[in-house]
């Protein structure tokens, strides 16, 4: 059935602030269980984040295709399957929605609504991880979306937990979600003046696996999109 517009962008505000709850709140949780040990602290974070994406996606993806990042409706935008209009509106919700997620989980944990980071998180290199964890995430979409998708929410959410670990910038590969933990003095936040360079390589890199993989992976008919 046939969304309207209204029950779209409220499902991808939600959905996208309790993502950023997932992924601020256990690395918060994770931080201070720890015990220091920052690699037990990202492999926590990396779990819930993970485990709470795929089910994100399971219960809003019927109603707005569970987008969650800028980039991934752009992305679908492009290849004409959502109206630019909507994604404008979309890129919008998504970002509200992960403000609103952060302060949340700021507020939940003691912390101050807003308190921004101090985690540096600067260098071309890091720059090189964005586009790269970008770029493989919108290519993973396009991919299960045309040939595999029953399988699209698995895909993406065992996508974004690997790159945890296989980028050094612990794959944010969302615009949102950069501008959002931002916002948190925590484990898994980014000093504000970072967060223009980590939204450039996050841009670039999705659009080049859009322009790459609607080549690659031609369209079959009658499939399904993610709007």
């Known amino acids: 059935m046939h969304q309207t517009i209204a029950r779209r962008l409220v499902a991808e505000a939600i959905g996208t602030s309790f993502l950023l709850t997932a992924v601020v709140g256990s690395g918060i949780m994770a931080e201070r269980l720890s015990g220091g040990n920052v690699a037990l602290a990202l492999l926590a974070n990396t779990i819930a984040t993970g485990a709470a994406l795929l089910a994100l996606i399971l219960t809003f993806g019927p109603i707005s295709g569970a ?3 800028p980039i991934v409706s752009l992305s679908i935008a492009i290849q004409n399957d959502l109206d630019w209009l909507d ?5 919008v919700a998504q970002t509200l929605g992960a403000i609103s997620g952060v302060v949340l989980v700021n507020v939940m944990f003691g912390l101050s609504a807003i308190s921004w980071s101090k985690h540096d998180r600067s260098g ?6 964005e586009f790269v964890a970008s770029f493989g995430l919108v290519a993973v979409i396009i991919s299960c979306v045309r040939r ?3 399988f ?8 974004i937990s690997a790159a945890y670990w296989f980028t050094p910038s612990t794959s944010f590969a969302n615009p949102a979600v950069t501008i959002g ?4 003095d925590s484990f898994a936040g980014i000093a504000p003046r970072n967060v223009l360079g980590f939204i450039v ?3 670039v890199g999705g659009l080049v696996a859009t322009w790459l993989f609607s080549w690659l992976v031609p369209r079959r008919e009658g499939t399904e999109q993610l709007d």
């Open 152 to 159: 699209v929410s698995f895909a993406v959410a065992a996508y």
């Open 148 to 150: 595999q998708q029953k």
């Open 124 to 129: 071309s290199l890091l720059m090189l991880s």
């Open 87 to 91: 994604a404008i509106f979309y890129l």
């Open 181 to 184: 933990r931002a916002m948190s």
């Open 67 to 69: 987008h969650f990042n």
């Open 201 to 203: 390589a996050q841009l």
